[in-house]
Antibody, heavy 118, light 105 residues
């Protein structure tokens, strides 16, 4: 059974850094197509970043240069390193698995809440 | 980025009605369109992929259609458990979502 469990969300001041983790089970993260999708409180969904089998990474313009997606194959874990955080980065961050290189989001974690506020 | 526009933003229906939610893309996306259901406090769930492919386990009262720029999610005889917000999403390029449609039964 595929499971995705996010952790690492917290209250952080603007300009700070945070790393989200997504522990996967039922499949191998490093040979999959993994994404982060976020949702600001009371708002819609926004794609953030992707890590593709083979190591190619993609980022939304809103986070490019500040966020880094990566995996640890020994732990079957996906990460999102978030630097220079802004108030507008406040959101629930979902770890998502697509079954192919197309961005069809088949499996979702329960989310990890990041709040950026002074 | 391709803009996705859903209508209506919210609607109320009764059991036995037929519910239609529309999604329009700012440019042609062929059938690269997915629909998700999100219940309060929960993660989204994939209902339909590639405009019309119903995911395993999704009730047959849900259906999707369309191609190019105009798409429709239809719920025949919605049930109380269908109360949720529905999102469309294109995946022909950098993925983008519609703003959501909140359905009350």
């Amino acid at each position: 059974e595929v499971q995705l469990v996010e952790s690492g969300g917290d209250l952080i001041q603007p300009g700070g850094s945070l790393r989200l983790s997504c522990a996967a089970s039922g499949f191998t993260v490093s040979s999959s197509y993994m994404h982060w999708v976020r949702q600001a409180p009371g708002k819609g969904l926004e794609w953030v970043s992707a890590f593709y089998f083979g190591g190619t990474t993609y980022y939304a313009d809103s986070v490019k240069g500040r966020f880094t997606i990566s995996t640890d194959s020994s732990k079957d874990t996906l990460y999102l390193q978030m630097n220079s955080l802004r108030v507008e980065d406040t959101a629930m961050y979902y770890c998502v698995r697509a079954l192919t290189g197309s961005s069809v989001f088949h499996y979702w974690g329960q989310g990890s809440l990041v709040t950026v506020s002074s | 980025d391709i803009q996705m526009t859903q209508s209506p933003s919210s609607l109320s229906a009764s059991v036995g009605d037929r519910v239609t939610i529309t999604c329009r893309a700012s440019q042609s996306i062929s059938t690269h369109l997915n629909w998700y259901q999100q219940k309060p406090g929960k993660a989204p769930k994939l209902l339909i992929s590639s405009a019309s492919s119903l995911q395993s386990g999704v009730p047959s009262r849900f259906s999707g259609s369309g191609s190019g720029t105009d798409f429709t999610l239809t719920i025949n005889s919605p049930q109380p458990e269908d109360c949720a917000t529905y999102y469309c999403q294109q995946f022909i390029s950098t993925p983008t979502f519609g703003q959501g449609t909140k359905l009350e039964i």
